[in-house]
């Protein structure tokens, strides 16, 4: 598997960041291998986390002041949440 984008942004002033984590699976594997490595592992408290894996065929990866770009294959998409920590 390899990790396409990994980010977090802050919604609002001391609140949690919310993001998005995109994942291309390499032939063999699946979802519940990404499950296993990202979402069912316990994390400290200030570590990113992962929820809501699912499965797409095309991820559009939004650039600041360009083109998008375009991944297709078998893709897995899955909320990151990381803590404010003040």
């Given amino acids: ?9 802050q ?15 390499e032939k063999g594997e699946t979802i519940e291998d990404v499950k296993k490595k990202y979402v069912d592992v316990e994390r400290d408290w ?3 986390t ?3 894996p ?7 990866q939004h650039i ?3 083109d998008p770009i375009v991944y ?3 893709i897995v998409i899955m909320d990151a ?3 404010f920590c003040d």
Avoid: F, W
């Fill in 46 to 48: 200030y570590e990113t």
């Fill in 11 to 25: 919604e609002r002033p001391y609140g949690d960041y919310h993001g998005v984590c995109a994942i291309k699976l």
């Fill in 64 to 66: 600041y002041n360009g």
């Fill in 50 to 52: 992962y929820s809501n």
């Fill in 81 to 83: 949440t990381e803590v």
């Fill in 1 to 9: 598997m390899k990790v396409l984008e990994s980010y977090c942004q």
């Fill in 72 to 74: 297709k294959g078998r």
């Fill in 54 to 60: 699912r499965e797409v065929s095309e991820y559009k």
